[in-house]
């Protein structure tokens, strides 16, 4: 959480720009962490697109 999230919280922005905001702040979706962990082989790419939903 940072101060430019939170005020788009408070401000009740839509939800598409919420992530917007909290992806060029350096947050990290639930597939990005699958897909990292593919490449180092904790699960395989099935495991990873089937548990994780695409942006």
């Known amino acids: 959480?940072?101060?430019?999230?939170r005020d788009a919280?408070?401000?009740?922005e839509q939800t598409d720009q919420l992530l917007r905001i909290a992806i060029i702040?350096?947050?990290r979706t639930l597939r990005q962490d699958a897909l990292?962990?593919?490449f180092t082989g904790i699960t395989s790419l099935e495991e990873a697109l089937s548990?994780?939903?695409p942006i």
Do not use: A, R
């Open 9 to 12: 919280i408070l401000q009740k």
């Open 36 to 38: 990292d962990k593919t």
């Open 51 to 53: 548990k994780t939903m």
């Open 1 to 5: 959480m940072n101060k430019e999230l």
């Open 25 to 27: 702040s350096g947050m």
